[in-house]
């Protein structure tokens, strides 16, 4: 089998880059292992509820991107209010952290020695015995101070990734957190402020949930003439050189041998590195090897009750508890929900393939989850949850500890020899990229492949907080939203 383009991976990325081929002329072919499209922006099914994996909004900077989805999607968007908060120890704190509700329940007493914990950073910043902050934990404490990390960041984010803070590189903080100081904070709480940075207040979301886009996004692709296969497993990649000739799929029982001319993967770049036909010179395996994943699994509970809590999602900050974050869909859309009368959860669990959580069987681990969402005190009763299945979600997030950088350098100083070789995504290119990210990648790739010359690695690179805004350019970001639904 022959083709001009050939694509690993039927996430984000890897139908972007097919959708923007098809609408040039050229038709690729998508292979994707699973058996239904979307990666971890995918949505499962069970029994009528449907679920994602996290939670995806549908927000972005980048208007190509924008305008992808209202291509995709046209009017099968609905604007969700976003209301997201934190647990901790009993108590529920807006999210981003509002000054009067944190010292209302952190009292008075903590909340002196937050104020003087986070001078203190400051005083040492001011006179410059603060270097350059190399861990999340010297990031944070440099924003916030120390009391305030160990309050609201150690704990969830040691839960999320399963290693301390100190070995998590600051790049994860900077890309993830929103970087409003806490004077700052102070100042606009007190006196208010016209150019006050904050966080968007509604985002677009598919109506049936994020896997719809690329439910959609597949079937264009088809019905455009290229071909997307599905339940379709990589086993070798042959090389000549400094180019890919071919790739080999398993699919079932069949193996196929597929040319092409050009290749994009957004498979894990470590899976890559391994399928290559010779493998790579021994230092690049070697990196490939440095570089690790945080696992992830999501139990979703179905709840006999009408409604539960507000929030789309729920942080859960105390170390008590194993669950990391929950999801309410029903929040998310309506439609989600098969039966108005009750309520779908995601109790969602970060973890590794292999530790204790993830060998749990799925009676174990739905019994977990319910007994951990009736002690949350989030209106469950006992008996309240009926029914309940469990994800497993492989690779779901790169981790960026301590050697992470020098290991990534040497696997992109190798790939960047291939003339026929891209890739793109968060797993393609061990980068925690958002879903828009990971679809730029994608479209500047195939730009690249018709002639132009982008650097795909510099996508992503800012240190701007992606859903910061100040209040004017969240006032012009609506205005353009408003123009591509009526262009489209």
């Not at 959708?19 to 009528?48: D, M, W």
């Not at 980048?62 to 046209?74: A, D, N």
């Not at 004077?183 to 598919?206: C, H, M, T, W």
């Amino acid at each position: 089998m022959r083709y001009h383009v050939a694509i690993i991976g039927a996430g984000p990325a890897g139908l972007t880059a097919g959708y923007e081929l098809v609408k040039r002329g050229v038709l690729p072919i998508v292979l994707e292992k699973a058996n239904l499209v979307g990666g971890i922006s995918r949505t499962e099914t069970y029994k009528g509820y449907r679920f994602d994996i996290g939670g995806h909004r549908f927000f972005t900077k980048v208007p190509q991107v924008q305008q992808f989805w209202y291509e995709i999607l046209q009017d099968e968007f609905i604007q969700v209010p976003r209301l997201s908060r934190i647990y901790y120890q009993g108590k529920f704190y807006s999210y981003p952290l509002s000054l009067f509700n944190a010292l209302s329940n952190l009292g008075a007493v903590n909340s002196v020695l937050i104020l003087l914990s986070y001078l203190k950073a400051k005083i040492r910043d001011k006179l410059n015995l603060t270097p350059e902050p190399e861990t999340f934990e010297d990031w944070v404490i440099g924003c916030f101070g120390e009391r305030l990390y160990r309050i609201f960041f150690k704990t969830y984010t040691e839960k999320v990734w399963g290693i301390p803070c100190n070995k998590i590189q600051a790049d994860w903080a900077a890309q993830r957190i929103q970087g409003m100081s806490l004077k700052r904070a102070v100042l606009n709480a007190v006196f208010g402020s016209q150019n006050a940075k904050s966080l968007i207040k509604e985002f677009d979301y598919p109506v049936l949930g994020p896997g719809m886009m690329w439910e959609r996004c597949k079937e264009l692709i088809e019905q455009q003439g290229g071909t997307v296969q599905l339940d379709t497993s990589i086993t070798r990649i042959e090389r000549q050189g400094n180019r890919i000739k071919s790739i080999t799929a398993q699919q079932g029982d069949q193996t196929t041998q597929i040319f092409a001319d050009h290749f994009i993967s957004s498979m894990p770049i470590t899976a890559l590195l391994n399928c290559l036909d010779p493998l790579p010179p021994p230092e690049v395996l070697q990196a490939a090897r440095g570089l690790k994943y945080r696992d992830f699994l999501i139990v979703a509970l179905v709840v006999k009750r009408e409604h539960l809590f507000p929030d789309n999602w729920i942080y859960i900050h105390s170390p008590e508890f194993k669950v990391g974050r929950i999801q309410n869909f029903k929040n998310w859309s309506m439609a989600m929900v098969p039966d108005p009368s009750k309520t779908c959860l995601g109790m969602e669990y970060f973890c590794s393939e292999g530790d204790e959580l993830w060998q749990k069987s799925d009676a174990e681990l739905i019994e977990i989850a319910t007994q951990e969402a009736i002690s949350l005190k989030l209106g469950i009763q006992p008996g309240d949850v009926e029914d309940g299945v469990v994800i497993r979600q492989h690779k779901a997030y790169p981790v960026y500890d301590g050697e992470y950088r020098q290991h990534l350098q040497v696997i992109q100083d190798y790939l960047s020899t291939f003339e026929n070789l891209q890739t793109v995504g968060r797993n393609g290119m061990h980068r925690y990229n958002n879903q828009d990210h990971s679809m730029l990648t994608a479209m500047l790739a195939v730009q690249n492949i018709l002639g132009e010359k982008h650097d795909l690695w510099a996508v992503n690179t800012e240190r701007s907080y992606h859903e910061e805004f100040t209040k004017e350019q969240w006032t012009t970001a609506k205005q353009q939203l408003a123009e591509s639904q009526v262009a489209v």
